[in-house]
């Protein structure tokens, strides 16, 4: 079982490592970083410094070039950098080298992104999610992780499974993946009878990248106290609560945020908690529209979509934050008619990109939002006429 109450009693501190490759840009990678960033603040500790090299392709066996891991283990010695981060996955022998070359504890992007899972898990359907991922991600790595299973004083990326001899065997690894499958499956059997148990109600569920404000909309729609907070993946397990708006009742439920690059063995593993977004019959995707990046992570989400085959269903975009987008946008000597007339082709824009299926919000400071009520509830009274014609009380 991962023991996620660990607490890194003092910050780490960190280097950043990205490769800029053939297919990306400066600026797509400088936009990485700074989500790598915010995973590694998250996660607790503090960024000294930023890397980045021009390659066609990662190097296989260091992932950066010789001369460029020099020059990080220059700028680290002496400066008490606890941590080596990389953007992108990498081997369990690549682990190996750039430790070897640096003498430092070294992670990737995937395994910042489960200790923060793990830190984050409360309930035994997440521990047990996340352990399930941890032991995939490490599998193929046992080979070359020999060290980097070893290394002692805990911290980021050493949460969780593999931190003693015994567990890096790979039939026990496997033997502990089967066990928490067969638990996933039994809380997966009781999940779905429980999903089944709510009636015939229609179900609306929040998505959207991670802190976009998913738990503050919930909150402010449903009136409950879900934890929301400025940081990634607040949410981990779905909050379902029953909403009345006149007279007409619906479930809404708040979901794990998605993430660029997400750990492909999260996304199998959270298959129960991302069950909510596939049998929801209407989709709430919220968007932080204050981000330099909004549309990059709204296309995330739109694919992360696709994947679970949930792209199709009703969906109702809520552009979030448009008071930090203001703040940006407009600076105090700008005329109120061509304010007025930015938002209005903002707005124009995306109501015919979302076939008028857009509201936009500031859910901190509660703008806007008997529109977005009063859109849901048009959207679930249609849903109940199309699903449930015979509950009349419930279509006006």
Do not use: C
Request: charged share 30%; net charge neutral.
């Amino acid at each position: 079982m991962i023991d996620t109450s660990k607490k890194i009693v003092k910050e780490e501190l960190a280097v950043l490592v990205g490769v800029i490759q053939k297919d990306q840009t400066e600026q797509q990678v400088k936009e990485y970083l700074d989500e790598l960033a915010f995973l590694a603040e998250t996660a607790g500790a503090v960024t000294m410094r930023r890397f980045t090299q021009k390659l066609p392709h990662p190097d296989s066996r260091t992932f950066v070039g010789k001369g460029k891991l020099q020059e990080i283990k220059e700028y680290i010695q002496g400066k008490g950098i606890s941590v080596v981060i990389f953007d992108d996955e990498l081997s369990g022998a690549q682990i190996n080298n750039i430790e070897k070359e640096l003498g430092t504890k070294t992670i990737d992007r995937s395994d910042l992104i489960l200790d923060i899972f793990a830190r984050r898990a409360k309930t035994a359907q997440a521990r047990a999610q996340v352990e399930l991922a941890q032991y995939q991600y490490l599998l193929p790595r046992l080979r070359g992780m020999w060290k980097h299973l070893e290394r002692l004083g805990g911290g980021i990326g050493t949460r969780g499974p593999g931190e003693t001899e015994i567990e890096t065997d790979r039939r026990i690894v496997r033997d502990k993946i089967s066990l928490l499958r067969k638990k996933l499956a039994e809380i997966d059997k009781q999940a779905f009878t429980q999903r089944k148990e709510r009636g015939e109600f229609i179900r609306v569920a929040l998505v959207g990248y991670t802190n976009v404000g998913k738990s503050t909309i919930m909150n402010l729609l449903s009136k409950r106290d879900v934890f929301a907070e400025n940081k990634l993946f607040a949410t981990l397990d779905t909050t379902t609560s029953k909403v009345v708006y006149e007279n007409t009742p619906f479930l809404l439920s708040d979901t794990v945020g998605f993430i660029r690059k997400l750990p492909h063995h999260l996304v199998e593993s959270f298959k129960s908690t991302l069950d909510e977004v596939r049998e929801a019959d209407i989709l709430l995707h919220v968007v932080d529209i204050s981000h330099t990046a909004y549309e990059d992570q709204l296309g995330v989400v739109n694919t992360t979509l696709q994947e679970l085959g949930a792209f199709e269903k009703p969906t109702l975009t809520i552009f979030n934050k448009m008071d930090l987008y203001e703040k940006q946008t407009f600076d105090e000597w700008l005329e109120p008619e061509t304010k007025k007339e930015i938002l209005s082709d903002l707005n124009e824009r995306w109501q015919l990109e979302t076939n008028d299926n857009a509201v936009f919000v500031a859910a901190i400071e509660k703008r806007n939002l008997d529109a977005l009520r009063k859109t849901i509830l048009q959207k679930v009274r249609e849903m109940y006429r199309v699903r449930y014609p015979y509950k009349s009380e419930f279509l006006y």
